[in-house]
Structures are given as structure tokens and as C-alpha cells.
């Protein structure tokens, strides 16, 4: 249960919309907290900006749905353009996990054959590649491509088709 009152966070800041900072209204301890400050930093590893109230930190994406509409996210908060530190208004929409997925913009990092979105060296050991999607919680196979850039237009095509929260 999440103690943090929306009048309680539009009286320690402001967050603009059009630039998607959060602005401290009240000091805080530390050189970072003061009045006028951009408050949060950029965790190096996930790419979320994270702001601390009190002992508790919060995503700035959460923080920013809560603050316009004055309800906690229920489901993920997806950053449409990819960017997980550009938190406008206009770049953030409420997303359950298999949508916020189908905004994926990079393969993950245990992609460790060729680093591109829905490609991985093909079973057969021939040097081809496959392309595979999620749909529906299903796993669906797209192919067996000479080259694992053929591979990953498959892919595309069939994601740009199937995922409504694609933007790519």
C-alpha cells in the first residue's frame, strides 16, 4: 500500500509536463535537493529515473501518471518512445507487461547471438537464423532466414502487424 498522497507530492513538486522534470517546491537534505532543482537521477543500469520521498524512491513515471490523474498505475507505466528517462506527459501511457513488451526496441541482453530483436542463431547449427515473436502469450516461429538481418525483417514486418503497442 502506497502511503503518498497526491496533494502531499504536488506540495514537495512540480512536475512539468512538456519536459517531463520533476521540480523541487522544498528543499531536501543534500546539494541535489535544493528549491528549483531537478529532482531524481538516472539509475545507469535500468534507464529509469528514480526520485526519493522520504525513505521510500519511487520511478518518476509512476510518480508523473500519479500526479496528473491522481491514481496509482495499476499496470506498467510504458515509455512510447523507448527512452526510459523521457518522462512528458505525452510519452507515457499505462501498459499491462505484454503490452509494454511489444514496445521492446532492442533484443535483451541475453541476446547473445546477434543482438537483434526476435533473431537467434537458427537449432539446425548451419549458420542460418531464425525469427520467432510472442503473440498472445504464444510463441510463434516466422522462419529460418540466410542471414539474421533477412531474419529481423521478418520479425519487424510481423511485429508492425500484430503488436499494437509497437512503435517501431
Request: contains cysteine.
Amino acid at each position: 500500500m502506497n502511503n503518498l498522497t497526491q496533494e502531499c507530492l504536488k506540495k514537495l513538486f512540480h512536475y512539468d509536463q512538456g519536459t517531463g522534470y520533476f521540480i523541487r517546491l522544498k528543499s531536501s537534505r543534500g546539494r541535489y535537493g535544493k528549491i528549483g532543482s531537478i529532482a531524481g537521477t538516472i539509475n545507469p543500469i535500468t534507464g529509469y529515473v528514480g526520485i526519493k520521498i522520504g525513505d521510500k524512491k519511487y520511478y518518476a513515471h509512476r510518480l508523473a501518471v500519479f500526479y496528473v490523474t491522481g491514481i496509482w498505475p495499476k499496470n506498467e507505466v510504458d515509455h512510447i518512445n523507448g527512452i526510459r528517462s523521457d518522462n512528458k506527459w505525452i510519452n507515457l501511457r499505462e501498459a499491462s507487461r505484454l503490452e509494454n513488451r511489444q514496445n521492446l526496441r532492442n533484443a535483451l541482453s541475453n541476446n547473445k547471438s546477434t543482438g537483434l530483436l526476435g533473431v537467434s542463431d537458427s537449432p539446425n547449427k548451419d549458420g542460418t537464423f531464425r525469427a520467432r515473436i510472442m503473440f498472445n502469450g504464444q510463441l510463434m516461429h516466422l522462419g529460418i532466414f540466410k542471414t539474421a538481418d533477412e531474419a529481423h525483417q521478418k520479425y519487424l514486418e510481423v511485429k508492425r502487424r500484430i503488436h499494437e503497442f509497437n512503435t517501431l
